[in-house]
């Protein structure tokens, strides 16, 4: 389904690539080389979220706030990861402390802090059942307010409609050339599509992984010692 979705837009837009997304939609294989694809930048709401923290909506960022709650299919290490991340893309810059507060692999609570001292508390967990749909919330706050990337009060995502019948169904398309994929599966591909148009995103997605494997080396030292560390 994710290839299928892929070469629509590789052919739509005649872009000449031999691209190929992986099942799960981590990565994609270009001209021989395996690149990650870190494709929460690609999800509408984050990049929603990062222009308003950069043209002027918001001022005065003093603290990013994440939550995620995935299923036990999951591994803690690829919540943080993604995490991490976000923290970076909505804000611009790089984290230079970690300290993080875990138990038994299963929840982990981090504190980062990015080179302009802004902080960003990080909650995640992989304690909800298989099948289960993750429930995740990222908010900014700022001298000017504070931003959401749900609807304020809301517990656990949205779906735009709901079915109730013999079985009850939600159906939500977030993506108006990629109808029957959900936000995840919409945004890999159109992360897949991106880097298949752009030799310097592939290798900016190189570093950016180098960088995440890095932060994430500290954060599993900081929760194992006790002990912010300094990158």
Not at 161 to 177: G, R, S
Request: charge should be negative.
């Amino acid at each position: 389904m994710l290839q299928e979705k892929l070469e629509l837009l590789l052919n739509k837009y005649q872009v000449t690539s031999d691209a190929k997304i992986s099942a799960d939609g981590r990565s994609v294989r270009i001209g021989g080389e395996v690149y990650p694809l870190l494709s929460h930048r690609f999800e509408r709401r984050f990049v929603e979220l990062r222009r308003m923290l950069h043209d002027g909506t918001i001022s005065g960022v003093s603290a990013i706030r994440c939550g995620n709650v995935g299923t036990s299919e999951k591994s803690l290490d690829e919540l943080i990861l993604r995490e991490l991340d976000i923290c970076r893309f909505l804000s611009g810059r790089e984290i230079v402390s970690i300290a993080a507060f875990g138990r038994d692999r299963r929840a982990e609570n981090l504190i980062a802090v990015l080179d302009n001292d802004v902080v960003c508390s990080i909650e995640v967990a992989n304690t909800l059942p298989s099948g289960a749909q993750t429930i995740d919330k990222h908010e900014v706050i700022s001298a000017r307010g504070l931003v959401c990337d749900r609807v304020v009060d809301t517990q656990i995502p949205q779906n735009s409609i709901y079915l109730y019948a013999d079985e009850n169904i939600a159906y939500t398309d977030v993506d108006f050339e990629l109808y029957g994929l959900d936000a995840d599966k919409a945004a890999s591909v159109r992360a897949a599509f991106a880097l298949a148009k752009d030799e310097t995103l592939r290798q900016s997605a190189l570093c950016d992984m180098e960088t995440l494997r890095n932060l994430l080396s500290c954060a599993t030292k900081s929760a194992a010692d006790g002990r912010k560390v300094t990158i």
